[in-house]
């Protein structure tokens, strides 16, 4: 059962959104993000893609960006899980607001790190593949977004009421 203050929230979104279609033959937007990394301090704005091509450069800054803070290792991220993001900040109406990023790449000893130390962290992290990442959004509830998430049907959504801040990731749809 979906709560009411959720169709509320995305009533306005999924009826707007049947006149962002591209007109016929015209290319798709580019893809663009702006993040912020709440353990490193660090910024970053940058279009991945062009149309419908990925550029390999800054997909390599993004893999950077989102590193695993502990470590410094990076991995290649899967691209889609950026345009997940996009059309996440759209699906809320904050195109191009800066997402702030809890948790991107994650080692394995970081994850059997968090394992140890904190609650609800899988074994097999999809973070340790670069499929998930952590995210808030300022200005929109998490419980907004995490609607939203689970309105695209993309991949798996957590809720982290508690500690203010929702996983999206790339598996099967799923919820917790």
Sequence with gaps: MVPVRS????FPLLTA???V??????PPPDGRLRMFHTHTGERLDVVYRRATAYIPEALAQVDHFLRDHRTGDVHHYDPHLLDLLADLETAVGRPMAEIQIICGYRTAWSNNFL???TSGVAEHSLHMQ????DIRLPGIKTWALRD???ALHRGGVGYYAKSDFVHVDLGRVRRW
Excluded: Q, Y
Excluded at 7 to 10: D, G, Q, T, V, Y
Excluded at 21 to 26: D, W
């Design 7 to 10: 169709w509320l929230f995305l």
């Design 17 to 19: 959104s049947v006149g």
């Design 21 to 26: 279609a591209a007109t016929p033959g015209s």
């Design 115 to 117: 394992r140890i130390h």
């Design 130 to 133: 670069a499929e998930a990442i």
């Design 148 to 150: 939203a998430a689970l």
